[in-house]
C-alpha cells in the first residue's frame, strides 16, 4: 500500500509519522519543497496553547482534537527522548489590563495539569497595570528539534522523501492509495482555497537563559522561553503575504517585551523571523475523491492550523489518519 | 484510573474527617521519649507504626484498590455523587475488615497488656494505613450533604492552629462518628478490635475532644500520643483562607476535566493497541518472523456471537435461516443460523451457512471465523476454501487469500497434480513455510491459468471466479472482469457472482457497468447486504453523496429490521449491522461536510439518520 503526504512542515510530519504507526506495512512518501527552517513551523514559539476561535467541523471533533493533541505531545515529554525531541514542560503566565475572557482558555484549562487564576501578589510580578491573569503549566515543542528529530523517525520507520514541488493533485495521481494534503499555505494554490488566509507573524529570538517561564500580556506581546533561546512577540498581520523582517515590528516587539520583562534589556539577538500562519477556519481535515484526467485520487485534507499548528498537528494527523482509514476501507467488495 | 491521584501526593482534605486526621497528627516527629515500663514497649516497637500512621495523609498505593478510593473521594468532593454510588467503600472496608481482623486483634491485645511488643511493625503500618484511608471516605457523603460548602473544609486545611469553633467542633465529631458506623457499620463488635476506630468512636461521643491539635479525653492511646505530640507547626494565616477557596473551587472544576483526559487517555490507549494489532495481521512481509505472524495469524480465528441470543431455543432454526435465504433476506437468514449453531455447535453445514451468509451481509470478519470453523471440521471443504478466500481478499489479507486459493486446487480431482510439491509443503509443515514464506501472487496465479488452460473448451466457473480474484488481488480489474463475465455465462442466476463482476468493474472505474451488474445481483436476491453496499461505493465514485447514504441506509435498516422478520430476540440490536457499512457512512458524512452527524454514526443512531435521509419504505 502507498500514502503519500504533502508538506514537510509539523503538520506533515507528524502526519506522515501517525500514518506508519496505524499501517505498518505501508510506503509512506512525504512530498515537498521546503523543510525544517524554511517551514512556518521553524517560526514558531511551540507553546501549547489553542486559541480560542480554534475550530473544527465542530466543537466536539474540536476538542478531540485539542486532548489528543496533548496527550501525544505529553507522551513524548515524559520520554527520554524529550530532549531530543525538542518537547519540555513549561509554565506560563497570561495578564490583561483590560479584559478577564483574555486570560480565559475554554480548550486546555481542563486539559491542562494547572490552569488557575494568579493571586493578587502574582499579579504585581511584572511592571504595568495588570488587572487579570491566569498561569497554566503546559507543554512546549522546539521545531528546530522536533523537526529533525521527527524526520530521522519517519525515515527509521522506512519512510521516503522526495523534494519536489506539487502545483496539482494530477502530479500524484495513480501512484498513491491515498494522498494527505498538509500544504499549509500551499493548499491557496494547490487546492485554490480561498478561505485560507496568511496571518503574518514576525518574533525575535534572544539569548536571555535567566527567563524560565513564558508571559503573555494581552495577547500581543510574549516571552516564551524555548530549548534555543527565548522567543518574543509578536505581532498577527491579516491578510498579510509579506516575508520579510520588519524593523518597525522589531522594535515594537522588542519595546513591549522589555517592559513586561525589564531583564530582557540588551539581550543578544540570535535571529528574527517571519512566518505566514495559514489560517482558516474552519480547519480543514476531510476527505476528498477528486477525479482527474489521469484518474481517482482519494485526498485528506489537513491544513489550515493558523497559529496553532504546533499545538494541534498531532490532533488533526490522528483525525486524518482515520479518514485515511475509511478510506481505504470503502472499496467495492467481491 | 486517575493517574493524577496515584502519582501526586494527597493534598488535603475538603471534609472534616481529612482535617480530623490533621488535628491529630500535626508533629510528626515526636520522639521516642523512652518511657520506662511497659508502655514504651508498645510505644517504641511501634514507633515506626504511628509515626507513618500519623505523619501521612497519602499514603502510597497499596494493594487495596487505592486508585477506586481516592477517585471515590474526589468524586464525592465535586459533589457528583448522584454519578456515582459509594457502592465499593464499604465492601472495600469489610474486606480490610476481614484481612485485618488478626492484626487489629493483635494490636489491641498489645495495647491492653501494654507490654507484650508488637512485632508485626510494617505490615501493620501498612495495612493501618490502609484502613486509614479506605475508612475516612465512607462518611465523606454524609458530611457533604450536610451543607457547608467545600469551601469551608479547604480552609480548615490551611488554618490548622485556629482554635475550633463550636460549630467545627461539632463537624468533627459528627464526621467521627459516622466514620465509625459507616466503617464498621453493622458490627460493633469489630469496633473493639481496632484501637484508631475506638478512638474515633470516642471522638464521635464526645468522651475524647480535639482541640487545636490536642486530644484530651480517655483512651490510653490517643492521651498518650497527646503527651507525645510537641511543638507548634506553623501558624495559618488569614490570607491563605483566600487563595484556598479559589484552590477548592478550581481542584473542583478541574477533577472532571481529569476524568474526561484520563478516559481519552485510557480509551486512545486501548485503541492504539487493538489498531497495533489488526495492523500487524496486514501482508507483505518485511521480516521474515512478521511474515511467519502474517501467515498464521487469524484475528477472526474465533465467532464472536452477539451476547445475548436468547433465543436459542427457536425451533428449526437452521431451517428457517434456509428459508430466508431462499427469499433472499439474509440478514434474517443469518440470525437464523446463529441461533442454530448456538443450539447445535458441532454441525459443520450451520456453520458453512452461516459463513456464506455472513460474507454476504457485508460482515467479512465474522464470515472468516465462522468459515474456518466448518473448515476444521472438514478440511477439504471447496466452496469454504474459495469463499474463504474471497473474504480474506476483501481484507487486505492477501497471504491468506492465497493459501486458501492454493488448498483449494489441491483439494480439487481434477488439478490437484497441477499443485506443485513446493506449495504443498508450505501447506503441510508451518516450519518450513516459515522459511519459505507463502505461495506468490504471481505463483498462484500460474497456477490457475494452467488449469484453465487444463480444459480449454469448457468454462470452469470455479476456476474463473478464483482467477477474477486473483486479478482484483493485482489491480488487473480488466482481466478479473473477463474471468467474473465468463463465470457469469455458466452461472447466471448467481447473485454472488455477479456482484463480484460488478466489483471487479467499480474497481476498474467503470461504474456505469457495474451498477448494471449490481442491479442483476439485486434482482435475484433483493436483501443481498453486499450488493447494496457496492452500490453505495459507486455512488460516492460518482459524487452522488446523497445517494450513497440513502443506499447505505437501506442496507442498514434491512439489516436492523431483521430482528423482527426473524423473530428472534438480541440483546444489542446494533451488533447485527455491519461495521463496515457504518464507515463508508461515515466517509460518506464527512464527505457531505456534515460532520455534525458524526456523533449519531458513532453512537449507530439509525433514528437520527433516518430521519436526515428521509426515504419512502421499500
Known sequence: MHLCVIGAGVVGLTTALELQREFRNANVT???????????????????????????????????WISDAYLYWDEIRRTADASEAGVAQLSAYIFSSTDPSIV???????????????????????????????????VLTECRLFQPWATKKFLRNGGRIITQKVESFQQVAGQYDVVVNCTGMGAKKLCTDYKLVPIRGQVIKVKAPWVKTAFYADYDTYIIPGFQGVTLGGCRNYDSYNTEV????????????????????????????????PHRDPVRVEPELLDLVRGRVKVVHNYGHGGYGVTTSPGTAIYATGLVTDMLKSNSKL | MSFKDLIEPECGGANPLMNLGRQVTRDVAFQDEGFSGARSAFIGSDNDLVKEFMGQIAPAPQSFRMDVLLKEMRDIDAQNFHQRQIVPGPPVIEEVNRSDLDWAKEFAVDSSAGGSSAHHGHRAE?????????SHLAPIEGTISDGPSNILYAKDFFDLNEPKSEEEQVSIRKAAGELVEVAYGHDP????????????????????????GMVSGGNVWASQFDQLAAGPSKAATKEETGIAEDWAKAFEEGKKGDQEATDNYNKQFWERLQDEWRSLSENDNQHPWLSEFSEFYDPYKEYKFDEENPMTNVENAFEKGKAFLAQGDIPSAVLCFEAAVKQDPENPEIWELLGFSQAENEKDPNAIAALNKALSFNPNNMPVLMALAVSYTNESMQNQALKMLVKWMKCSPKYESLVPPVMMVSEESPLASSLMGGPSLQEVQDLFIKAVQQSPNEIDADIQEALGVLFNLSSEYDKAVDCFRAAVQVRPNSSKTWNRLGASLANGNRSVEAVEAYQRA??????????????????INLKAYKEAAEHLLTALNHQASSIARAGINVSSPANQMSSTIWTTLRMVMSLMGRQDLQQAIDNRDLDVLNREFPMSSD
Open chain 2, 126 to 134: 501498612s495495612k493501618l494505613t490502609s484502613i486509614w484511608s479506605s
Open chain 1, 30 to 64: 512525504i512530498l515537498a519543497d521546503r523543510f525544517e527552517q524554511d517551514t512556518c513551523s521553524d517560526v514558531a514559539a511551540g507553546l501549547f496553547r489553542p486559541g480560542t476561535s480554534f475550530s473544527g467541523p465542530t466543537e466536539e471533533i474540536t476538542r478531540k
Open chain 2, 189 to 212: 463488635e469489630k469496633m473493639k478490635y481496632s484501637e484508631f476506630l475506638n478512638f474515633v468512636g470516642n471522638v464521635g461521643d464526645g468522651t475524647v475532644k480535639i482541640d487545636d
Open chain 1, 246 to 277: 520588519c524593523k518597525h515590528d522589531s522594535a515594537a516587539i522588542r519595546e513591549r517585551c522589555e517592559a513586561l520583562l525589564p531583564s530582557l534589556k540588551g539581550a543578544p539577538v540570535i535571529r528574527e523571523a517571519v512566518g505566514l500562519r
Open chain 2, 522 to 539: 439485486l434482482d435475484i436476491q433483493p436483501g443481498f447486504i453486499r450488493a447494496r453496499y457496492n452500490v453505495g461505493i459507486i455512488c
Open chain 1, 104 to 138: 480565559r482558555n475554554r480548550y486546555i484549562e481542563k486539559i491542562l495539569p494547572v490552569y488557575r487564576a494568579v493571586t493578587e501578589q502574582e499579579l504585581t510580578l511584572c511592571p504595568g497595570d495588570w488587572k487579570y491573569g491566569s498561569f497554566y503549566t503546559t
